[in-house]
């Protein structure tokens, strides 16, 4: 028991051992990334020359008129979208007029209603015929 004991321990310090290994492998890497990022950063970089004065109210100025036009379009696309477009022309309609008979407006009164019914009818006696069948195969099943 004793010779398993001492061996078992040496593969645990060899397993510690590459533990740490790895441990300094990974920090000297880290390191030496941070490293070469630095030298980066502290090198010099040459780029475009700075554009001039009148290059830089160029800009501006196309920038102002981008802007503009891209006001303009989001007004314009308001502006068509709340206004309304008529089939018809509005009628002209004396200011004493009354109409005739008064509107209903009684949702039950109408062809739809009914066909509402129908169809829920037709669902509810397909959905008991489906329930029955389901139910007649189960006790077939036992």
Same mark, same amino acid.
């Given at each position: 028991?004793? /010779?398993? &004991?001492?061996?078992? !321990?040496?593969? +645990?310090?060899?397993? *510690?051992? *590459? ?18 990022? $630095? =030298?980066? $950063?502290?090198?010099?970089? @040459? ?10 109210? /160029?800009?501006?100025?196309? /920038? ?6 891209? %006001? =303009? ?7 068509? /979208? ?8 509005? &009628? &002209?309609?004396? +200011? #004493?007029?009354? &109409? ?9 009164? #109408? ?10 009818? @037709?669902?509810? %006696?397909? !959905?008991? $015929? ?13």
């Amino acid at each position: 028991r004793r /010779r398993r &004991a001492s061996e078992e !321990g040496s593969d +645990g310090e060899a397993e *510690q051992g *590459q533990a740490s290994e790895l441990r300094f492998d990974m920090l000297f890497r880290e390191i030496a990334k941070l490293d070469k990022a $630095k =030298e980066l $950063k502290s090198e010099t970089s @040459r780029g475009e020359d700075l554009p001039t004065p009148d290059e830089v109210r /160029r800009g501006e100025e196309l /920038r102002r008129k981008r802007h503009a036009h891209v %006001r =303009e379009g989001l007004m314009q696309s308001d502006v068509d /979208r709340v206004e309304s477009v008529l089939s018809h022309r509005f &009628a &002209a309609v004396p +200011g #004493n007029f009354k &109409a005739a008979a008064a509107p209903q407006w009684d949702e039950h009164a #109408n062809d739809t209603f009914s066909v509402r019914l129908q169809v829920i009818d @037709r669902f509810v %006696r397909a !959905g008991s $015929k489906c329930l029955m069948r389901t139910r007649a195969r189960r006790r077939a099943e036992r």
